[in-house]
Structure formats: C-alpha cells, structure tokens
DNA sequence: AAGATTATCAACCGCCCGAGA
DNA sequence: CTCTCGGGCGGTTGATAATCT
C-alpha cells in the first residue's frame, strides 16, 4: 500500500488563507477552552477547517506570544551559530527565540540568510567555504563582502559616505567568521549542543545583517491582523484576552506586546 | 505607466515519532 | 510487541507585495 490515509476527512474543508472571521472563531474558543485536541478543535469552534489547519494558524500567526517583526541582528547571528550546530532541525532552533516560530525563523533563512552566507563564500549547508574555482574563496571573502555591500544594500545610497562603516563592518564580519570556523573546528561541537547553551548565548556581529536591517527595518510591515483595530471585536475579545492568563505561560507578555498593535 | 521579475511568507503536504491501547 | 492515532517537523508551494526595466 501506498501513501497514507489524510489526517482529516478534507472534502468540503475549507483552505487557503485564514479569514478574519475564522480567526475570531478561532481565537475565541483557544482562550475559552485552551489547547487540547486540535483534531477536535474545528468542529467545536464550528470551522470547516482540518485540525492541523487550525493548530498550524493559532502556533504560527495567533498566539498573543509571538514577537513578529523583523529579525534583529543579534538574532540573526545566533540563528547563523545555531544553524551551523544544529542544521535545519528548526524547531530546536526556535526553542531558543521565545516569541518566534519555527517557520518564520525557516523562511528567514531561506529568503535573506541563506543568501547571504552565499555571498560570503560560504555554503549555508555546511558553513564551510565554498570550494569554488581554486579552493581560494576564504581569502577574497572579505572583499566579496565589500563588493556585496555596496552592491546590495546601499540601497539609494551615496556611495561615498561609506568607507568608513565598511571597516568596522568587514573586522566584525573577520571576527564572526573566525568564531565561525573555530566553531567547526571544534570537533566536541555537536556534542556540546546537547548539553547546554555553551556557545548559543553569545553573540557575535554579523555586519550583513545590520545593513540589511537599516534599509528594511523602516518598511517592514506589521502584518498582524487589521482586525486586532475593530473596536468592536477589541470589545469583545479584550477581556477575554486579560482573563485567560492561567492557560498560557507568556500570555502576559503577549498582551503586552499586542498593545502596540491596538 | 505597465509588464516582468524577484522577494517574502502564510499555508499546505507528507513523513516521522511517541504515546497509549 | 504491534498497531493506531495525533502532534510535530521540515520541505515546498503559491499568492501577494515589492522592485526593476
């Protein structure tokens, strides 16, 4: 036998983006009844959507916890150190981002940070240097930085005002790369993981990212639900939202930071 | 201004794994 | 021990937004 049965029935489910109207259903019967089985959640918040369906939208975009926004640069470089120990195991790597969610912290990487490592010379699979033409990508990756700064992120730039910040950028990015490639060197690496927070907790900097960061930062956009704004479900869901605290460790938290979006 | 291209990210798919019967 | 089931994970897709030509 081939495949496997579907976790759901799927016919006459809905899919495809989230509805405002689905949230609201959604979210109302999470902080009335908290999370149990999401299997059954669908039928008993009166959704026409598979239980995975509805687990995936409350843990990735509804939970009051999550952070959003863009990337700082501090959590990039830690996502580069903990990517090079970990590889694409990105849920461990989010277990260390409270308020990020594996798949925002996947895509990151594959849209910019990927790119990025690339640019530098170096293979975002193995973090080692891409043995190109000549095995010589290490000594020019400096300049390659150089080049691919100006090149990329000087967005609308002058041009000339910018010797000076590529210095310091390119003796951080030294320094990142040699803790990088004393990291590998290490062949305890993948042990250490195991244990503790050893080398995860210190950061590094990675001058790519604070450039990328200053062009982009301005425009990122806060995509969190335009409904959150309608005064008559803020109204309705307000309150719910301050009493459910006992469900959720970080719920606190998250009625903070959703302030700002109200 | 308009069409083409590229970037982003929400959401889906299918597989894997652990718990429990 | 074996089987079933649900949750979780990583890979991938596709719609939309942003940028370029």
């Not at 496997?4 to 259903?25: I, M, Y």
Request: glycine share 6%; charged share 25%.
């Amino acid at each position: 036998m081939m495949g496997r049965q579907p976790c759901c029935e799927k016919v006459g489910l809905k899919r495809g983006p989230w509805t405002a109207e689905e949230d609201k259903k959604l979210i109302n019967f999470i902080l009335g009844n908290g999370q149990h089985c999401w299997r059954l959640v669908p039928k008993l918040a009166g959704l026409s959507r598979c239980g995975k369906s509805c687990r995936l939208r409350w843990t990735n975009y509804l939970r009051p916890d999550l952070k959003r926004g863009a990337f700082s640069e501090a959590e990039e470089n830690q996502i580069i150190e903990l990517h090079a120990r970990l590889g694409n195991r990105w849920s461990k790597i989010a277990s260390h981002f409270p308020g990020r969610t594996d798949n925002e912290i996947k895509n990151h990487w594959n849209t910019r940070i990927k790119k990025r490592l690339k640019l530098l010379g170096l293979d975002p699979v193995t973090h080692r240097p891409i043995q190109g033409e000549g095995g010589e990508k290490q000594n020019v990756q400096i300049n390659d930085v150089k080049a691919t700064l100006s090149e990329s992120d000087n967005v609308g730039g002058s041009d000339c005002s910018q010797d000076q910040e590529s210095v310091l950028e390119l003796d951080d990015t030294a320094a990142f790369w040699q803790r990088y490639s004393m990291l590998w060197e290490n062949p305890d690496v993948s042990e250490s993981t195991k244990s503790s927070t050893s080398a995860a907790t210190t950061t590094t900097s990675f001058p790519m990212a604070a450039a990328e960061t200053a062009t982009t930062a301005a425009s990122a956009p806060e995509s969190f639900h335009s409904f959150l704004s309608e005064d008559s479900f803020l109204n309705e869901l307000r309150p719910l939202w301050d009493e459910s605290a006992d469900y959720f460790p970080a719920w606190e938290d998250g009625v903070q930071s959703l302030d700002g979006f109200l």
